[in-house]
């Protein structure tokens, strides 16, 4: 059973950074996706990044939304099967709920927009962006 679990959330100034991280424990499958969302109050769900593994004939991809592309970006620690979230420049607007999501599927460029497909999600941590 896969279990996932962010944390890194908290208040922060504009301009500044912060780094989430999305442990995905138990995932023992060579083939995953694992993206992260966010939703802030009275908004619809948003697809910032993902990354999907190889499946083989191709490297694994990243994946990002124009609205966090240059600002965020994606990274994965195998060996302690967490999936980071480094995110600069933040703006007011980024504040939401940030949330990992995984699944043992490989959704490639899908993985921003089919949030449906992925199995598992993570409580959610806050992020706050504001002086």
């Known amino acids: 059973q896969l279990h996932v679990v962010e944390s890194g959330g908290g208040l922060v100034q504009p301009g500044g950074s912060l780094r989430l991280s999305c442990v995905a424990s138990?995932?023992?499958?060579?083939?995953?996706?694992i993206g992260w969302f966010r939703q802030a109050p009275g908004k619809e769900r948003e697809g910032l990044s993902c990354?999907?593994?190889?499946?083989?004939?191709?490297?694994?991809?990243?994946y990002y939304a124009d609205s966090v592309k240059g600002r965020f970006t994606i990274s994965r620690d195998n060996a302690k099967n967490t999936v980071y979230l480094q995110m600069n420049s933040l703006k007011p607007e980024d504040t939401a709920v940030y949330y990992c999501?995984?699944?043992?599927?490989?959704?490639?460029?899908?993985?921003?927009?089919?949030?449906?497909?992925?199995?598992?999600w993570g409580q959610g941590t806050q992020v706050t962006v504001s002086s």
């Open positions: 999501a995984a699944t043992v599927r490989i959704l490639f460029s899908l993985c921003l927009t089919w949030g449906n497909e992925y199995d598992y």
């Open positions: 138990g995932l023992t499958s060579d083939y995953y996706t």
């Open positions: 990354i999907s593994s190889s499946d083989g004939s191709s490297d694994a991809s990243t």
